[in-house]
């Protein structure tokens, strides 16, 4: 009963989709309230009716109904509850209906809250909105409907793929959908602006909240995902180059663009064609990140569910919103008003550097992930495209960005003087400097590009410094006139240094644990001492160890450092006996930001095992950076101007609609 | 500065990045990718020390040698042709005889393929997706099997 109301919930809420995609876009061009308004209830209520279905799917999971199909597939009696739960969104049924259950709050949310803006533009964006919300509905009820009924219920689940039995593979797709997904408000505020002719400083203003939004989630969704890979798939890597790995980056990539050129548009009411553009582009990412890890087009790693059918609707659904949103685009955008002048050396200008070279490095991923599509698709051989390639392409773009961006928030409004910017960061040179020179000093010339990283990671992090420095005018007035400065500094001053801030701390920590991490791979027998890195890890034993739905191999080592004992290491393997799976428990041992990390292998001849130690300084800090410049777009969020609403443009003629 | 002028600036700006982006891509792409192989197109292509290749295909049954200091040998199979493939560390969890490996790395001199980097399949429904197509060509491929391969339910 419970997944046929949860089935049914499902299509009444594509009935409600069809409305809300038709009637408000008719409420609008006549500017009838009536119809205008019921968007925002149909958009409630679809929220509601998804919820249901999602509540419904989640019982089945909770219960252990396995007449379900994909509860049959996903779950197992005896995982702990919180799989049973997460398994709901482990597999592509259920996680295709989370994607959906995301895109309907959304809609809610602005339902609920976007009082503040124009009715016809509140219409048109929820509209929009529906457009995609049905397409997605009808793709779940056609292609994927997670409450298929089994003939005859099995008396017991095949059990989560092992290694999404994770605590942080509870968390980390919901986060990435939530920003995936975020970006749609961006994409559904652009086509309702094309559809309307209209746009202004107000539009940048409405949008820049959900795509901070949507923007948070992606960069803590991402961070989690690289953290998660780092500990279970045993070999210390954080970041893969793998297709689905680079489907979250590219949305986030074009989302950070579309954040700064906002910015933009909010103040200076330029680069508006820019800034619709790259919202379109933004979710257009995002719909390809799905086809890509739905479609099971490219082998990856994280290809657990895929179907070549689903491809080809995911495909279509491609076609119609890229190609639907560019074509508007093309035939829309000449009729929005050019706005503000500026030089090229001006805080815009800087602000277009940040969107060129960040959308060119999100070219040379988008290159490198589809390459090998076309490839086969043209001449039949088969590739793969690694890591070297990215690192050759899209590192030296990041890394010129990352070079611009201290010198952007120096530079004024309209004209800005590269000279007296530069002279202002002159003690972030001096920092960057030191800071190169020291890594030559400690680490001596084992990597001769990684100082300079080092170098740039300290220079972006003092410029992010002095940049509030210099607006708190710390140093040069009383600290009282400090304080009362710093509170009153708007909280998006505060966010940018602190995003940027981040960054740098990723960086710091990606060369750190690249560059001068070390490693041991060995077969080691009880009683033996290994040592790395100045650390001795004494290996004591095995032990077996029952788990609730698994058993498990645990190894237990002594670390000591410079003779006394620091603690103990106990990483583990897991027997998953419903898949004849095995999954791996890296042990991790903090040293300050950097980590031991310590995994096995097999069983070796002789009574030994085989392990993987490995040392990785600074490692932390890449994931640390990714919260931080979390908390960069929180403070922003946070910002009264963001909160408060935009002011209602006064009626001027150039605001008119232009048709 | 015109508006005309600023435009240009701006593009030309655009055009240089674009350019070197360009470069940069189309460099890294005559050297840093990696080409698929199956056993059967290695033992008839004979790829020189030099190139870096995909080989993928099953693990043998009965061909896993282990050695000394983690040094393994398995033959992989596509049903028509075998290659020898050497490698030092440690293989993944889901590596077993009988089932789907991709190796990468070099064909050495004496026809052993040196592999430095192992990938198994991932779970007992996911096959990689060239092993699949490997074992078709071959004719081995076999539709029950198919269940095994990926996401067909």
Request: avoid cysteine; glycine fraction near 0%.
């Given at each position: 009963m419970i997944p046929e109301l949860g089935h049914y919930a499902l299509v009444l809420a594509l009935g409600l989709g069809l409305i809300q995609s038709v009637v408000p876009v008719i409420g609008a061009r006549r500017h009838d309230a009536a119809l205008m308004g019921l968007a925002s209830s149909t958009a409630l209520a679809q929220f509601a009716f998804v919820g249901l279905s999602f509540v419904a799917l989640a019982a089945c999971y909770v219960t252990s109904d396995f007449s379900v199909m994909t509860v049959f597939e996903n779950s197992n009696s005896q995982m702990p509850l919180i799989y049973k739960i997460s398994s709901v969104w482990g597999n592509h049924e259920g996680s295709m209906l989370l994607w959906v259950l995301i895109l309907s709050l959304f809609g809610a949310l602005v339902a609920a809250f976007g009082n503040n803006i124009p009715a016809t533009l509140k219409a048109n964006v929820l509209a929009v909105q529906s457009w995609i919300a049905s397409t997605f509905y009808l793709f779940i009820l056609l292609?994927?409907?997670?409450f298929l009924r089994l003939a005859q219920a099995p008396f017991e689940g095949r059990d989560l793929n092992p290694i999404l039995q994770d605590p942080g593979l509870a968390v980390h797709p919901p986060l990435l959908y939530l920003g995936y997904v975020g970006f749609s408000m961006a994409f559904s505020f652009a086509i309702a602006a094309l559809i309307e002719g209209r746009i202004d400083a107000a539009w940048a203003r409405w949008v820049r909240p959900w795509t901070l939004v949507a923007w948070m989630c992606l960069t803590l969704g991402i961070a989690g995902g690289s953290y998660w890979a780092y500990y279970t798939l045993g070999w210390g890597g954080f970041w893969f180059w793998d297709p689905v790995e680079n489907a979250s980056l590219m949305p986030w990539l074009a989302g950070t663009a579309l954040l700064h050129s906002a910015v933009v548009m909010e103040k200076r009411n330029a680069l508006k064609v820019w800034t619709i553009l790259l919202a379109i582009l933004t979710f257009s990412l995002s719909l390809i990140g799905t086809f890509l890890v739905r479609s099971g087009v490219l082998t990856s790693v994280h290809s657990f569910a895929n179907d070549p059918r689903r491809g080809v609707f995911i495909l279509g659904i491609l076609i119609m919103f890229i190609g639907g949103g560019l074509s508007l685009f093309a035939w829309r955008a000449p009729v929005l008003k050019q706005g503000g002048l500026f030089a090229p050396i001006s805080r815009e200008g800087a602000l277009v550097f940040n969107n060129l070279f960040l959308t060119t490095a999100c070219l040379t991923v988008l290159t490198g992930t589809l390459y090998p599509i076309a490839l086969e698709a043209l001449t039949g051989a088969k590739i793969s495209v690694g890591g070297p390639f990215f690192n050759l392409t899209f590192g030296p773009l990041f890394l010129a960005l990352m070079f611009a961006m201290p010198f952007g928030p120096l530079l004024a409004w309209k004209r800005g003087d590269l000279y007296g910017a530069t002279q202002r960061l002159m003690a972030a040179f001096g920092i960057g400097l030191l800071a190169i020179g020291l890594s030559f000093a400690i680490e001596g010339r084992t990597s001769v590009l990684a100082p300079f990283g080092v170098g740039l990671a300290f220079f972006v992090m003092t410029g992010a410094v002095i940049d509030l420095v210099e607006r708190t005018g710390l140093f040069r007035l009383p600290l009282a006139a400090v304080a009362s400065r710093a509170l009153g500094l708007p909280r998006s001053a505060w966010g940018t240094a602190v995003a940027h801030f981040g960054i740098a701390l990723t960086l710091l920590g990606i060369i750190g644990a690249a560059a001068w991490g070390t490693e041991k791979i060995v077969a080691v027998k009880p009683g033996e001492t290994l040592s790395l890195s100045g650390y001795e890890l004494a290996f004591n034993g095995l032990k077996r160890e029952p788990g609730p739905n698994y058993t498990a191999v645990a190894a237990d080592f002594t670390v000591r450092e410079g003779g006394s004992v620091i603690g103990v290491m106990q990483p583990s393997k897991r027997s998953f006996s419903a898949r004849e799976q095995t999954t791996n428990e890296a042990a991790l041992m903090m040293r300050g930001a950097s980590q031991l990390y310590l995994s096995l292998g097999d069983d070796e001849p002789g009574g030994g095992i085989a392990i993987r130690l490995y040392y990785k300084p600074l490692v932390l800090l890449i994931w640390a950076g990714g919260i931080i410049m979390m908390l960069g777009g929180a403070l922003s969020l946070s910002d009264r101007r963001l909160r408060v609403g935009a002011p209602r443009p006064a009626a001027k003629p150039a605001l008119a609609p232009a048709e | 500065m015109t508006r005309k002028q600023r435009r240009l600036t701006l593009i030309g700006g655009s055009g240089a990045v674009l350019a070197v982006a360009l470069g940069l891509v189309l460099y890294s792409l005559s050297g840093s990718i990696v080409f698929f192989n199956s056993p059967t197109d290695i033992s008839e292509k004979h790829p020189g020390p030099t190139t870096r290749i995909r080989l993928g295909g099953l693990v043998k049954p009965g061909s896993i040698e282990r050695g000394a200091d983690l040094r393994i040998r398995f033959d992989v199979t596509d049903g028509k042709s075998d290659i020898p493939v050497q490698y030092q560390g440690v293989v993944p969890?889901?590596?077993?005889?009988g089932q789907g490996v991709v190796a990468e790395g070099t064909l050495g001199a004496n026809g052993v393929f040196d592999a430095d980097t192992i990938l198994a399949k991932h779970d007992e429904r996911y096959m990689p997706k060239e092993v699949v197509e490997a074992l078709k060509k071959s004719g081995r491929w076999q539709e029950d099997s198919a269940d095994f391969a990926g996401g067909k339910r």
């Open positions: 292609t994927s409907n997670p | 969890d889901l590596f077993r005889e």
